[in-house]
C-alpha cells in the first residue's frame, strides 16, 4: 500500500498534469476559433471570386454550333 507521501506525490503530479491539459486546450480552443475564421472569411472570398467568373462568363459571346459567335 503506497505511502500518505506517495499519494500526495501522486496528486500533486495529477495536480500539474490538469493544469498543462487545461491551458493546452485552451490554445486549441483558441486555434479553432481563428481557423474557423480564416475558412469563413476564404469561403467568402471564393463566393466573390466565384460570382465575378459567373459575371465575365455571360459577357461571353455564345458561339453556335458552326463555330461562329452570334450577335
Known amino acids: 500500500m503506497p505511502s500518505i507521501t506517495d499519494l500526495i506525490d501522486r496528486v500533486e503530479r495529477l495536480l500539474l498534469r490538469h493544469d498543462e491539459l487545461k491551458r493546452t486546450n485552451t490554445l486549441l480552443q483558441e486555434q479553432v476559433k481563428e481557423l474557423s475564421h480564416e475558412r469563413d472569411n476564404l469561403r467568402s472570398r471564393l463566393n466573390a ?22 450577335s
Open 49 to 70: 471570386a466565384r460570382a465575378r467568373i459567373d459575371v465575365l462568363l455571360e459577357r461571353l459571346p455564345v458561339e453556335n454550333e458552326s463555330g461562329k459567335s452570334s
